[in-house]
């Protein structure tokens, strides 16, 4: 579960420090989008250590938990379609993206806080 935790809080970096990129992405547009990618590709990599966790059985989710992971699963495919209209130029609609990523770091540090404080 530190797993989580640390992923945690480089999400809330990543996307706290939106005008602040070190590293270029490859093929970002620009900051915003890279920010994006990022915040998207550590949501996924919490969404994969949970499922990872569950299917070796080294994590069992109570309904409550499942609820919660479930709905961070669907305001990821929310938000990853909002970057992938955003990235292709499709619209310029940042505040719907920010919001969905918001929505989203919101979803895994309650994830986070269930899983790890054992909430039933």
């Keep these: 579960m530190k797993q989580i935790s640390i992923l945690i809080l480089l999400l809330s970096c990543s996307v706290g420090c939106a005008k602040k990129v070190n590293a270029p992405i490859p093929g970002q547009i620009n900051s915003f989008d890279a920010t994006s990618y990022r915040a998207l590709s550590d ?31 669907a305001d990821y495919n929310v938000s990853e379609s ?12 940042t505040a719907t993206l920010e919001t969905a990523i918001d929505n989203l770091v919101s979803d895994i540090a309650k994830v986070a806080t269930d899983i790890q404080g054992g909430g039933k």
């Design 43 to 73: 949501a996924q990599a919490v969404i994969n250590s949970v499922k990872s966790d569950v299917n070796s059985g080294a994590l069992t989710l109570s309904d409550q938990q499942k609820a919660v992971f479930n709905k961070m699963i």
């Design 82 to 93: 909002a970057w992938q209209a955003y990235h292709a130029g499709a619209t310029n609609d």
